[in-house]
């Protein structure tokens, strides 16, 4: 499985039991807190996302992979023309969902050939009630950072988690341990103080949250801070230390397109819905609309306060 995972370009792969862990009640503790802002749906799959055996009958295993999707492009925290705006590096190439459902199906469909049929299971790339990032720790893709990513020594960050769901029993991998040590850099370079204690996210002050998932005005105490982000943010990653070596990605659908990296505010705040939909076709940034996208780009040319931008 593991060969097979590597032939179809995953870099990370690991296997965890069905069972107890940590984080699944951390999760629940989480959303009693309010942290998960408007995103009702977490609320909505809340049992069957920390347990497993409600999404597979007699699940045993969970299989994690992950991809790599850094490239050399210029970090978020890098100067730039005030003018221009940050795309998260994730969502720079193609939608991932789409490139990694076609791998994680094909190994899914390897693992029902290994074992003559007698496996089953279900597969997700971000879209199930699944929490990958903990099975991920579990299976010792890595480790969960203060930032809230999860974190590899060698790979760094900078990659998507595909899983497997499975009642096969599989040979099990040994958890990540934590690498993070002393260092809270992510914390203190937060804009917003998201990371409200190590290991804590607050979506609701989180700039990917506000500029993907959150619905209507951004609150005005917040807009400031927000900068010049128009869709994510990798801060708090671009800041990590083990990013500093994290490989760069061979996947072609991971590469930026072109216009995406640091794109002129202007381009945005002229662009019809009709240019949205062509511009940002099968890219995650489509998910934040056109109009959530001019929302952001509003903001981000107030931060600027370029010239241009004044309306007299």
Request: proline share 5%; net charge neutral; hydrophobic share 40%.
């Given at each position: 499985?593991?060969?097979?995972?590597?032939?179809?370009?995953?870099?990370?792969?690991?296997?965890?039991?069905?069972?107890?862990?940590?984080?699944?009640?951390?999760?629940?503790?989480?959303?009693?807190?309010?942290?998960?802002?408007?995103?009702?749906?977490?609320?909505?799959?809340?049992?069957?996302?920390?347990?497993?055996?409600?999404?597979?009958?007699?699940?045993?295993?969970?299989?994690?992979?992950?991809?790599?999707?850094?490239?050399?492009?210029?970090?978020?925290?890098?100067?730039?023309?005030?003018?221009?705006?940050?795309?998260?590096?994730?969502?720079?190439?193609?939608?991932?969902?789409?490139?990694?459902?076609?791998?994680?199906?094909?190994?899914?469909?390897?693992?029902?050939?290994?074992?003559?049929?007698?496996?089953?299971?279900?597969?997700?790339?971000?879209?199930?009630?699944?929490?990958?990032?903990?099975?991920?720790?579990?299976?010792?893709?890595?480790?969960?950072?203060?930032?809230?990513?999860?974190?590899?020594?060698?790979?760094?960050?900078?990659?998507?988690?595909?899983?497997?769901?499975?009642?096969?029993?599989?040979?099990?991998?040994?958890?990540?341990?934590?690498?993070?040590?002393?260092?809270?850099?992510?914390?203190?370079?937060?804009?917003?103080?998201?990371?409200?204690?190590?290991?804590?996210?607050?979506?609701?002050?989180?700039?990917?949250?506000?500029?993907?998932?959150?619905?209507?005005?951004?609150?005005?105490?917040?807009?400031?801070?927000?900068?010049?982000?128009?869709?994510?943010?990798?801060?708090?990653?671009?800041?990590?230390p083990w990013n500093r070596k994290a490989p760069v990605s061979t996947e072609n659908a991971f590469q930026p397109r072109?216009?995406?990296?640091?794109?002129?505010?202007?381009?945005?705040?002229?662009?019809?819905?009709?240019?949205?939909?062509?511009?940002?076709?099968?890219?995650?940034?489509?998910?934040?609309?056109?109009?959530?996208?001019?929302?952001?780009?509003?903001?981000?040319?107030?931060?600027?306060?370029?010239?241009?931008?004044?309306?007299?």
């Amino acid at each position: 499985m593991k060969q097979k995972a590597v032939e179809l370009g995953f870099d990370l792969f690991g296997v965890a039991p069905v069972g107890e862990i940590p984080q699944l009640a951390l999760f629940e503790q989480w959303l009693a807190r309010d942290y998960a802002g408007e995103m009702a749906y977490l609320e909505r799959n809340q049992q069957r996302r920390t347990d497993p055996r409600k999404v597979v009958e007699n699940a045993q295993s969970v299989i994690v992979c992950g991809a790599n999707y850094h490239t050399d492009a210029p970090l978020s925290i890098e100067p730039a023309n005030s003018d221009t705006g940050w795309i998260a590096r994730y969502a720079l190439g193609d939608d991932y969902h789409d490139v990694l459902e076609k791998k994680i199906k094909q190994l899914y469909h390897h693992l029902v050939t290994l074992t003559e049929g007698r496996a089953g299971g279900r597969y997700y790339v971000d879209t199930g009630p699944v929490l990958e990032k903990a099975w991920a720790q579990h299976a010792g893709v890595g480790w969960i950072g203060k930032n809230t990513c999860v974190i590899d020594r060698q790979k760094g960050s900078f990659f998507f988690l595909a899983v497997i769901v499975t009642d096969a029993r599989l040979e099990y991998d040994q958890p990540a341990t934590d690498h993070c040590g002393s260092c809270t850099r992510c914390i203190d370079a937060c804009p917003t103080d998201a990371i409200v204690a190590p290991y804590v996210l607050d979506a609701n002050l989180c700039i990917s949250y506000l500029t993907i998932e959150k619905k209507g005005a951004i609150a005005e105490e917040l807009r400031a801070k927000v900068g010049r982000h128009l869709f994510g943010c990798d801060i708090c990653q671009d800041v990590c230390p083990w990013n500093r070596k994290a490989p760069v990605s061979t996947e072609n659908a991971f590469q930026p397109r072109p216009g995406f990296i640091n794109p002129k505010l202007e381009g945005i705040l002229e662009m019809s819905e009709q240019q949205f939909r062509e511009t940002f076709r099968r890219s995650p940034v489509k998910r934040a609309k056109w109009r959530g996208l001019l929302r952001n780009a509003i903001v981000a040319a107030g931060n600027s306060r370029a010239k241009k931008f004044i309306v007299p």
